[in-house]
DNA sequence: AATGAATGAGACTTCATTCAT
DNA sequence: TATGAATGAAGTCTCATTCAT
């Protein structure tokens, strides 16, 4: 549940394996190194029977980029959902922010990390589900700001995208130490909180 | 001035002329599209005659990416150095911040906004250079913490390159309406300083 | 019976199935166009399973253009056959050469068009039987011969392939406006007689 | 002057073998045997530098399909154009249909000979230049209509395509035996003149 | 019979690079 | 310096064919 995979992986094991691989592949060596031929060695087929499962290259990029993007809108969606409605905005941002940045690092979380790899041409491609998520976040600051911890001058529409981008660089930087530290969720929550709140 | 463009052209004028046409491919069209071809053809000579001034694609590149985070470099180092040494560090932040952000944001300022544009093996290769820069911003925190600006318990490792890594995306998403609003930088400082103030 | 698809289906029902998908393919959409996969969706089977009715896809394509060739040679040897023998031969003229022509026009004959499509490589395998077929062609131009109404200086050698080329490249020109416009075999017919007439 | 390579061999050696290697492979193989590769491998380079001379195979295809209708057309316009206007139908039509068939027949008119072995797909586009032909010949009847050779009730719409393919189909089946034999182009005239001559 | 997955060859094309002129 | 022609590797993709299930 870290990311859909277990989800894919029901109808078609090739097929998963394939989005799997060239994810992987996109996340370690670069969208550049991920052809048709290095996704097909590494599950064992060769890149001509790749189209037995995509109708083209494109296709599987695009899966990719759709997966993670919707797993992490999910997964942010789901932890605010849990938390009871009368949950202050504090608790709620910590939370989010907490389930989008540990996320990423979660070695297997390959998918979400994909977005950050792609060519910007191929990045458009999702932009609306990408703005799906912005909303989210939007919704999220504007109950802060409605509830009284955000400043009124805090310009929202410029710190969603501030925010958001930030917390999907933390994997290009941070080298984790033990397996469930926290802290770096929290130092991210925290700063951009106290970066915005009142008083 | 924007980035060393007149450095540059001191040996050479072609050499230049190259280095700025694939640097200005890249960020307008993105990396794929930086061919040799490409970039001859945009400063009218022919592939070939490009290895009569690099050695290699590589090195064009290379050199690029250099230039442009020395630029960067040079240009946030100058405008701090410019302060008197008793500025306080809320206002020595926010010049930094805004050298920093308002140079991206230039429309000529093509060389430092490359390095995003980059795959990841290559960003690589500046690691070193980029620590450099790190290191500028390192001092820069440690000066607020020494005057009493910063909350002691902030992570300065961590907290440079998220911060850095902030400012880098700002082009993204920001899209400026008039030519110098100043809107966009002191609102990334204020969010920065309030965030790891003290009090 | 305009072409012997009826003699096809007495063994299997998918094996005319496919051969008659082949041949609307070819003579539709062309012959590059004619793949083991576009035939078999047409049959709404895949294309591995062609395998379980022919050998190959060379025994489909072949098969097709024996079915045609026999088919447009059976037709006008019936039409011909019919006629009492002491019609005269520009009455038998014209009988054969509305036999083939319209053969060819009728919008169900496929396979009789097939030949025309054909990459020259594959037609000439076709050879023997063409060549049965113009013999049919040179026994009736000889009977006109021998009744004097063709002019002893004609080379029925050059007639024969003149004349049988002709009529088949109607289709590629000739569209009809009403169904059942008999006009231009008739033009053609008169056109030949004439051309080789006595007097 | 049989067809125009010898205009095209003045700019680029290289340009015009290509062209005339491939036209040979596509009238000698066929056209599916006509790749890049046979191409390539018949001039002496590698696939990939025929790109410095077209920019795609498809640019080869239609530059020899254009050559050779041209040729045609300019070799027929000029046989015709030679004649004094007072030369009466019969000895315009022979002339005509000789310069059309005799120089198809010559070993060396690889170009006009190619249209007949293109794809119908690939023949389209090159429709109007072979309209254009169509009337020359068009206009070549209209004048024995118009001297009376003609008889009023032939209809030229027909006529014109019917008569042009049995031409083009020519060197399918005719061998000729001496190089120079004359005889297949005067039967054809013949024939055809006959055909739909008045009285 | 039928399928779905796989293959290996080969299609067109692009690319960084080399080199004689 | 500059060019134009060439190369070899690699890119995406299609095809006829095979075969275990």
């Not at 608790?91 to 910007?120: K, N, Q, T």
């Amino acid at each position: 549940m870290a990311d859909n995979r277990a989800a894919v992986e029901r109808n078609g094991g090739m097929r998963s394996e394939i989005l799997f691989a060239a994810a992987k592949i996109i996340v370690e060596q670069g969208y550049e190194s991920c052809t048709m031929r290095t996704i097909a060695k590494m599950v064992h087929i060769t890149a001509g029977s790749l189209y037995h499962h995509f109708a083209s290259k494109e296709e599987i990029i695009e899966e990719i980029m759709n997966i993670g993007t919707v797993a992490l809108l999910h997964r942010v969606e789901n932890v605010l959902s849990e938390l009871p409605d009368s949950t202050p905005f504090p608790e709620r941002l910590a939370a989010a922010v907490d389930a989008h940045i540990s996320a990423l690092l979660r070695p297997d979380a390959i998918y979400m990390r994909v977005f950050e790899f792609l060519p910007p041409v191929i990045r458009k491609r999702s932009a609306a589900m990408r703005r799906t998520y912005a909303n989210l976040w939007l919704r999220l600051f504007e109950g802060g700001v409605a509830q009284g911890f955000i400043r009124r001058d805090v310009n929202l529409a410029w710190l969603v995208p501030y925010a958001i981008s930030a917390f999907n660089r933390v994997p290009d930087w941070y080298r984790p130490k033990s397996r469930d530290e926290p802290g770096i969720a929290s130092f991210v929550a925290d700063t951009v909180l106290r970066g915005i709140a009142r008083r």
